[in-house]
């Protein structure tokens, strides 16, 4: 482990501003960037799933592997570790990067976490706000979780039913 105890706040930091299309999946999938954003994770092809602004082009398999993956590395395993609730940090936004050797802030930072049964090196920490977490990753997860629940396959199953009723070309 790494103690950073200096309350200097001249430090870089890193990033840039994105765009993050509103739609529940890609919000995860901004979340898996940022995520291997921080820490040395490229298992499964993950680059695929860590691409928000195509979304779209994603099948409905992917949509559900995504969530799954989403739902292993979750905020849990990583809170304190490399991603710190801090607004302060974020400045005049809701998620701020640092790379790990200029943070000076007073922030215990571990230096590898175990994810998946294999340790993973820590490159960067995240700072965000509650709303950051809340928009790209809470409220998302949980629509998703009712997506992929018996009743939400029901539900899209009966609209995907009416949409083909509606699209009938003569």
């Known amino acids: ?5 200096n309350t200097n706040y001249d430090v870089k930091k890193f990033g840039q501003t ?3 299309p509103d739609a529940d999946i890609a919000k995860i999938m901004y979340y898996l960037d940022c995520v291997c954003t921080v820490i040395d994770y490229d298992d499964n092809n993950i680059r ?3 691409n928000y602004s195509n979304w779209m082009n994603m099948s409905d398999e992917e949509d559900k592997l ?6 292993t590395l979750s905020p849990d395993e990583l809170e304190d570790k490399v991603f710190f609730e ?14 790990i050797g200029q943070v000076k802030n007073q922030l215990l930072v571990v230096q590898s976490i ?3 049964g ?3 090196q820590i490159q960067r920490i995240m700072a965000y706000t509650n709303g950051w977490m809340q928009r790209n990753y809470y409220q998302p997860m949980r629509r998703l979780a009712h997506r992929f629940s018996p009743q939400g396959q029901r539900e ?6 009416i949409v083909s009723e509606a699209c009938v070309i003569s």
């Open 66 to 71: 995504i969530f799954i993956l989403a739902a």
């Open 1 to 5: 482990m790494a103690m950073f105890q």
């Open 18 to 20: 994105v765009s993050v």
């Open 156 to 161: 899209e199953a009966m609209r995907r039913a």
């Open 86 to 99: 801090n607004g302060k940090l974020c400045s005049n936004t809701s998620n701020q990067f640092y790379e």
């Open 48 to 50: 695929r799933y860590r």
């Open 114 to 116: 175990v994810i998946g």
């Open 118 to 120: 294999r340790t993973r």
